[in-house]
């Protein structure tokens, strides 16, 4: 069972522009939502996470949006570089156990110059 | 400070052959995951360990993974014997205990031929 599904599977963007990634989670019961980059031979790293008691995250150009009645979340990355061509990976996890986590299947981000 | 070391980054082996992947999380980090990533999907976990005790193992193929934390460090996953659907992307991930980021290390790519 596909606990969170991400979309879309690809994305291409000017640079400048703003690329936006949705997930949507079926477990009510998440209450950490993290985001992560990661390039191609590289482990993901920690980009940006939220817990369900705030709507919206920021930090730099990243934003996490969060609506807890439509168990979604999306990722906003404003003036998009090319250095933030990589694949993006947003997922759920209950509790206190933010490293259980259910990864959804990835976005890949292509920025162009 | 040093990130999670991984070994070997490549690996290609047989079917029915087996292979061992080793990790060295990140020094204080009680809690070690190992995932699997298939190409085009997110990080699935195998197993999470808590100093040396195993505290979820229920994705684990364990009829043929298994997987050890001496000393409550370092970690080896075990694959005997493989599958052709082994092919992944093995990632190492440390954490301090309880919630908090997740550090992935490069990961471990296996091909079963």
């Known amino acids: 069972q596909q606990q969170v599904k991400q979309s879309p599977q690809s994305l291409i963007v000017q640079k400048g522009g703003i690329s936006i990634i949705n997930c949507a989670y079926e477990n009510t019961a998440f209450d950490y939502f993290p985001w992560y980059q990661q390039f191609p031979g590289k482990g993901p790293a920690l980009l940006i996470a939220i817990r369900p008691d705030v709507s919206e995250k920021k930090e730099g150009r990243f934003t996490i949006s969060f609506n807890k009645s439509a168990k979604q979340f999306s990722l906003h990355i404003m003036d998009s570089q090319p250095g933030d061509s990589a694949t993006y990976f947003c997922a759920a996890s209950t509790g206190t156990n933010a490293g259980k986590s259910t990864f959804g299947d990835g976005t890949t981000l292509t920025v162009k110059p | 400070e040093a990130g999670v070391a991984q070994s070997p980054r490549y690996k290609i082996i047989e079917k029915r052959q087996s292979v061992a992947f080793w990790c060295n999380p990140i020094?204080?980090?009680?809690?070690l995951y190992w995932y699997q990533q298939i190409l085009g999907q997110g990080p699935k976990l195998l197993i999470q360990f808590q100093n040396n005790g195993v505290v979820d193992d229920s994705q684990l193929p364990k009829d043929r993974f298994s997987a050890e934390r001496l000393k409550g460090v370092d970690s080896t996953l075990k694959i005997q014997p493989a599958k052709l659907e082994d092919s992944a992307v093995y990632l190492c991930?440390?954490?301090?205990?309880?919630?908090?980021?997740?550090?992935f290390g490069e990961g471990s790519r296996l091909t079963v031929l």
């Open positions: 991930a440390s954490s301090f205990a309880g919630p908090g980021e997740l550090f």
């Open positions: 020094s204080g980090h009680a809690t």
